[in-house]
Structures are given as structure tokens and as C-alpha cells.
T-cell receptor, first 114, second 112 residues
Framework: DQQVKQNSPSLSVQEGRISILNCDYTNSMFDYFLWYKKYPAEGPTFLISISSIKDKNEDGRFTVFLNKSAKHLSLHIVPSQPGDSAVYFCAASAEASGTYKYIFGTGTRLKVLA | DAGITQSPRHKVTETGTPVTLRCHQTENHRYMYWYRQDPGHGLRLIHYSYGVKDTDKGEVSDGYSVSRSKTEDFLLTLESATSSQTSVYFC???????????FGQGTRLTVV
């Protein structure tokens, strides 16, 4: 059973426009959420995170929004750049439950068109 | 970049042979993880460790075992490799589950 879901396998956006990547989760015990970016033949790299006590976190062009009631988070990239073309994974963890693992979604491939 | 090294980076092995992948860190992080990445499945957790000699199973642990005898090394063993274990394997480390995890460069394993 997939606890973290990314329902859009791919997304194409024009350079300079906003990219919105979505992620849903089912486990209400999750209390920390992360986004990673992955280029081919490289390991995933951390992008931005958010704790369940917040509903928004910003870092430069990247903003993550968390809607706990809907069990939904999203990553906004503004403005999108060709170098943002990569696979994006969302992940969740649940320290409060005493487990120590990150559960990842299946990824969304973002293509930013020049 | 976080000091995390995976070895080997590429390996081809035959069905039925044992294989061990190594993850080495220089960050002294408590938590270490092994994931596999497959098309359509994203990153799936195989096993993880929350301290020396403390390990637990992840989502897809069948056919895999791990050991962590010291903080810096986390070994993943495929006891008898099968073609379904052809994948890219990533090791990750973190200070805690509520901080970011850092990933290694990956090991591409092909079982023929």
C-alpha cells in the first residue's frame, strides 16, 4: 500500500512559468516532509522540507505547502528554469511514532521547456 | 557534499550468487538507509539502521540482509541474487528522521 503518492508521472512547463508538483499521503502519523530532486545517474539531492507544525516553507524559488487536513503537499517552483528539469520525489517521515525511516513517492518528471 | 561513498558503483553478477554492497560515511550520522530505485516505483526502502547493530526492515526487504558493525559502514547483502534485484541501489544517511537525508551516488546492479 503506497503511503506517499505522486499521481502525476510527468509535467511540462514553459521556462519562467510556475511549476507545481503534488504529493498525497495516507499516514496521519507523518510529521516531516521533504522534497528531493534527482538528475540521471546521480543520487537524489535534498531540496526543501517542512514540519507538520507549519503550512508553508520558502527557500528562494522553491516553496512547499502542507495541507494536513487534506494530507496533501505541493512544491512550487517560480520561476521555472531549464536546469530544474529532473525527477522530483516527495518523502515523509514519522519521528513521533518511533520509526526512523523516510517513505518516498514514485516521483514526477519535470521538464522545463526553453 | 555529505561524505557518503557507495561501492562498487557498477556490478554485474550471475543469478544465485551472493552480492554485498557497501555504504561508507564520514559524517558520524546515526541513521543509515538502503533504497532501490526502479521505474514506476520510485525509491523503496529495503532496510535501515538507527544505530550500530540496530537495524530494521523496510518495504521490500525480502532477499536482502544488512549489517552495521560500526557507525560508518552499512552493508547490504543479496543472499542469492535474482533478476528481480536488478536495480539502482542508493544509500542515505541522516542525523535524525526530521532532518534531511543525504544520498550516495548509487550502485547499478545487474543480475544476469
Amino acid at each position: 500500500d503506497q503511503q506517499v503518492k505522486q499521481n502525476s508521472p510527468s509535467l511540462s512547463v514553459q521556462e519562467g512559468r510556475i511549476s507545481i508538483l503534488n504529493c498525497d499521503y495516507t499516514n496521519s502519523m507523518f510529521d516531516y516532509f521533504l522534497w528531493y530532486k534527482k538528475y540521471p545517474a546521480e543520487g537524489p539531492t535534498f531540496l526543501i522540507s517542512i514540519s507538520s507544525i507549519k503550512d508553508k516553507n520558502e527557500d528562494g524559488r522553491f516553496t512547499v505547502f502542507l495541507n494536513k487536513s487534506a494530507k496533501h503537499l505541493s512544491l512550487h517552483i517560480v520561476p521555472s528554469q531549464p536546469g530544474d528539469s529532473a525527477v522530483y520525489f516527495c518523502a515523509a517521515s514519522a519521528e513521533a511514532s518511533g520509526t526512523y525511516k523516510y517513505i518516498f513517492g514514485t516521483g514526477t518528471r519535470l521538464k522545463v521547456l526553453a | 557534499d555529505a561524505g557518503i561513498t557507495q561501492s562498487p558503483r557498477h556490478k554485474v553478477t550471475e543469478t544465485g550468487t551472493p552480492v554485498t554492497l557497501r555504504c561508507h560515511q564520514t559524517e558520524n550520522h546515526r541513521y543509515m538507509y538502503w533504497y532501490r530505485q526502479d521505474p514506476g516505483h520510485g525509491l523503496r526502502l529495503i532496510h535501515y539502521s538507527y544505530g550500530v547493530k540496530d537495524t530494521d526492515k523496510g518495504e521490500v526487504s525480502d532477499g536482502y540482509s544488512v549489517s552495521r558493525s560500526k557507525t560508518e559502514d552499512f552493508l547490504l547483502t543479496l543472499e542469492s541474487a535474482t533478476s528481480s534485484q536488478t536495480s539502482v541501489y542508493f544509500c542515505a544517511i541522516s542525523e535524525s528522521p526530521v532532518t534531511e537525508a543525504f544520498f550516495g551516488q548509487g550502485t547499478r546492479l545487474t543480475v544476469v
